[in-house]
């Protein structure tokens, strides 16, 4: 498919925020697109030409979906797989393709697909019952993740010592020897059609520690250029040897003796790329779309030092959002505000992100943590 076409249409799986933004960066190319999404409120509602609600797990709903557009993706994994089979097999596109999103869906063949090609990843065992998790070989304390369903930091249990056996999943699940790293780092791939690939520039990741997910980005990495070109050909490699259509986020640990370890990858957007739409030349999303339609990728260098900020409902909070703060943060040069169309905040649900650009990395960062303190949702 070598052009964007006013009247071909794109289906996505999910009309969540990744949805949203897609679709924001699509309506630049005049591409139509048709959203399937289980919440009848979601982000993607107002923005897509046609918004479908129905499960995506639903073999029935996704066939009868993916039936009615000429190209397909997802801005999340948790999709029926064999309904995109049956669509590819009759003629659909789909991207990234089934059997990818297949391999992504579950962390125990994710792992084994890293060592049988030799992709640097920490020492693993996979587990289906609460009695080969007793008898592990991998010493505590170790992480503990469910192979399927996990996202956004569920999923994931730290086993200390035994006594903490008790409250194990016990569902199949992998074991991973913990990693002493000195910073989680993320580097984001895309490839189309014709086999053309780039990397997105090194990114340093802080995670929120309840709620174990990505709350502060800063681009670019200032590691050594060693350490980001093998981060990067490391992201190439797994892209190439997987040979997907779109996006792959690469998410990584740098050890403290200096070695890259691969943690887990998303084929899709990811929260690791949120900072390229002011900061880069492309965004992560252009360059998906570049990639399924098999157009030229774009440039991905680093308009200037970026921090994404993610803006999370605040704890204790439950119901109509109140985003405290607001003009405060936008007093501020280089401020960039992205809120996700969520009606109802949570504790810690991602409820949108602010990006901040500054030539000066120190007072970028600064800013940044000027944004965190002050932006604040509430109900």
Same mark, same amino acid.
């Given at each position: 498919?070598?052009?964007?076409?006013?009247?071909?249409?794109?289906?996505?799986?999910?009309?969540?925020?990744?949805?949203?933004?897609?679709?924001?960066?699509?309506?630049?190319? &005049?591409?139509?697109?048709?959203?399937?999404?289980?919440?009848?409120?979601?982000?993607?509602?107002?923005?897509?030409?046609?918004?479908?609600?129905?499960?995506?797990?639903?073999?029935?709903?996704?066939?009868?979906?993916?039936?009615?557009?000429?190209?397909?993706?997802?801005?999340?994994?948790?999709?029926?797989?064999?309904?995109?089979?049956?669509?590819?097999?009759?003629?659909?596109?789909?991207?990234?393709?089934?059997?990818?999103?297949?391999?992504?869906?579950?962390?125990?063949?994710?792992?084994?697909?890293?060592?049988?090609?030799?992709?640097?990843?920490?020492?693993?065992?996979?587990?289906?019952?609460?009695?080969?998790?007793?008898?592990?070989?991998?010493?505590?304390?170790?992480?503990?993740?469910?192979?399927?369903?996990?996202?956004?930091?569920?999923?994931?249990?730290?086993?200390?010592?035994?006594?903490?056996?008790?409250?194990?999943?016990?569902?199949?699940?992998?074991?991973?020897?913990?990693?002493?790293?000195?910073?989680?780092?993320?580097?984001?791939?895309?490839?189309?059609?014709?086999?053309?690939?780039?990397?997105?520039?090194?990114?340093?990741?802080? *995670?929120?520690?309840?709620?174990?997910?990505?709350?502060?980005?800063?681009?670019?990495?200032?590691?050594? *250029?060693?350490?980001?070109?093998?981060?990067?050909?490391?992201?190439?490699?797994?892209?190439?040897?997987?040979?997907?259509?779109?996006?792959?986020?690469?998410?990584?640990?740098?050890?403290?003796?200096?070695?890259?370890?691969?943690?887990?990858?998303?084929?899709?957007?990811?929260?690791?790329?949120?900072?390229?739409?002011?900061?880069?030349?492309?965004?992560?999303?252009?360059?998906?779309?570049?990639?399924?339609?098999?157009?030229?990728?774009?440039?991905?260098?680093?308009?200037? &030092?970026?921090?994404?900020?993610?803006?999370?409902?605040?704890?204790?909070?439950?119901?109509?959002?109140?985003?405290?703060?607001?003009?405060?943060?936008?007093?501020?040069?280089?401020?960039?505000?992205?809120?996700?169309?969520?009606?109802?905040?949570?504790?810690?649900?991602?409820?949108?992100?602010?990006?901040?650009?500054?030539?000066?990395?120190?007072?970028?960062?600064?800013?940044?943590? *000027?944004?965190?303190?002050?932006?604040?949702?509430?109900?």
């Amino acid at each position: 498919m070598k052009a964007f076409y006013g009247d071909l249409k794109l289906g996505i799986l999910g009309g969540g925020q990744l949805g949203r933004m897609l679709i924001q960066q699509a309506i630049n190319y &005049n591409v139509t697109v048709k959203v399937l999404d289980p919440d009848r409120e979601a982000p993607c509602r107002r923005l897509c030409n046609e918004f479908v609600v129905g499960s995506l797990g639903d073999y029935e709903t996704v066939y009868n979906f993916g039936k009615k557009v000429d190209l397909l993706t997802i801005e999340i994994e948790k999709v029926n797989v064999d309904a995109l089979e049956q669509l590819e097999k009759e003629g659909v596109l789909v991207y990234p393709q089934s059997r990818i999103i297949r391999l992504i869906q579950d962390k125990g063949l994710q792992k084994q697909f890293f060592k049988e090609n030799e992709i640097p990843t920490a020492e693993f065992q996979v587990i289906s019952s609460p009695e080969q998790l007793a008898q592990s070989h991998i010493p505590f304390p170790y992480i503990q993740k469910l192979r399927r369903d996990g996202y956004d930091g569920k999923g994931v249990y730290r086993v200390n010592d035994a006594s903490y056996l008790t409250n194990a999943f016990t569902e199949p699940s992998l074991i991973e020897r913990m990693v002493d790293f000195e910073k989680e780092i993320g580097v984001i791939v895309a490839r189309n059609e014709s086999g053309e690939v780039k990397t997105f520039p090194l990114v340093e990741m802080e *995670f929120n520690p309840e709620a174990n997910l990505v709350e502060f980005l800063i681009s670019p990495s200032t590691f050594p *250029f060693e350490v980001q070109m093998e981060a990067e050909n490391i992201a190439k490699r797994i892209a190439e040897t997987l040979n997907i259509v779109g996006i792959l986020a690469v998410e990584m640990f740098l050890t403290k003796d200096g070695k890259i370890l691969v943690n887990e990858l998303a084929p899709r957007p990811h929260n690791s790329g949120h900072q390229s739409i002011e900061g880069n030349v492309v965004s992560q999303f252009e360059q998906h779309l570049r990639a399924i339609f098999d157009q030229p990728l774009g440039d991905t260098a680093c308009r200037s &030092n970026a921090i994404m900020v993610n803006i999370l409902g605040e704890a204790g909070y439950e119901g109509p959002a109140i985003y405290q703060g607001i003009e405060k943060i936008l007093k501020c040069d280089g401020v960039y505000v992205h809120l996700y169309g969520k009606a109802l905040t949570k504790p810690f649900r991602k409820m949108g992100h602010v990006t901040i650009i500054d030539n000066d990395r120190e007072k970028a960062i600064e800013k940044a943590r *000027f944004v965190q303190q002050t932006l604040k949702v509430i109900a």
